[in-house]
């Protein structure tokens, strides 16, 4: 199974969407909310976008388990709960 499919959309190729796709659309989406104003420290801001939900339904997945979901993520448990606090998380 590809990393970037979301598992219940393996059983029909045709509907396979990558989670790429999924992020590419909601940036899009965010570009064109700016109606032509700019934007500075996007590359923060969409990092932080990204993890906190990442974080959270991780968590969720392995019911509260930092050491599971750290491993899920492929990150220190340390850098978790660091990322967990600093975002109000935690």
Known sequence: MN????PHEEA?????????EHVAVSIRRFLG???????EGLY???LR???????VEVLRHCDGN?????QMLGIHRA????????YGLA
């Open 3 to 6: 990393a970037a499919v979301l």
């Open 49 to 55: 976008e990204l993890e906190i939900p990442l974080f």
């Open 66 to 70: 930092q050491s599971r979901a750290a």
């Open 79 to 86: 850098t978790l709960r660091k990322k967990l606090r600093e």
């Open 33 to 39: 909310d700016l109606d032509g104003c700019d934007a």
């Open 44 to 46: 923060e801001i969409a």
């Open 12 to 20: 029909d190729p045709s509907t396979r969407t990558p989670l790429r």
